[in-house]
């Protein structure tokens, strides 16, 4: 009985250092998941910081983007509109003067298309050498 005796109390030791081991097994893995669960709380403020602080910049920005191109759109409609007076008062001058001038309306056209017509044809000369 004194193996018997012996053994089991070895037995027993062995269960106690398996058990002392799976239970530290244990707490270090749980100290593991609660530091990782830290540093994602960490992280997720971090990000949660950063969104904060970024979305007013780039509301800020879309604002001023916005501007600008409502700026853009007015100037180009303004620029249009005066090109578009401009040819329309152009137009009621000459209208205007040929109806005046029949006669040197006439000699200003031909004298206008016989200059065009030189100088194509001098250029066509000039391109052929």
């Known amino acids: 009985m004194s193996i018997k005796t012996a053994t089991e109390k070895v037995a027993d030791s062995a269960r106690h250092v398996a058990d002392d081991v799976l239970q530290s097994a244990q707490d270090a893995v749980q ?7 830290n540093s994602l709380e960490k992280a997720e403020q971090s990000v949660r910081a950063l969104r904060s602080q970024t979305d007013p910049v780039i509301d800020d920005l879309a604002a001023r983007a916005q501007e600008l191109a409502s700026r853009s759109i ?4 303004e620029t249009s509109a005066r090109a578009r007076r401009q040819m329309q008062e152009a137009a009621d001058a000459t209208t205007k003067y040929v109806a005046e001038q029949p006669g040197k309306s006439l000699v200003i056209a031909a004298a206008s298309g016989a200059a065009l017509a030189t100088l194509v044809l001098w250029i066509s000369r000039r391109r052929a050498y």
């Open 74 to 77: 007015d100037y180009c409609a």
């Open 31 to 37: 100290s593991t998941r609660d530091a990782a669960n």
